[in-house]
């Protein structure tokens, strides 16, 4: 989490679990309290394209 920052405006994420093993985060999201920005994190992986680069 120390090396992550948000991609649009290099703040630092929060994390948030919804579902984790005893290794690792399946599901849950980032968040950037800076610019109000949430990054999913789908089957282990978080998406951390700018909004308008998701789809």
């Known amino acids: 989490m ?6 649009v405006c290099k703040g630092g994420l929060e994390l948030s679990v919804d579902e984790e093993n005893e290794q ?4 849950g999201s980032l968040y950037c309290p800076k610019c109000a920005q949430h ?14 680069q998701r789809n």
């Open 24 to 27: 690792e985060i399946v599901t």
């Open 2 to 7: 120390d090396i992550l920052a948000c991609p």
């Open 39 to 52: 990054y999913p994190i789908v089957d282990r992986i978080p998406n951390l394209l700018p909004p308008e």
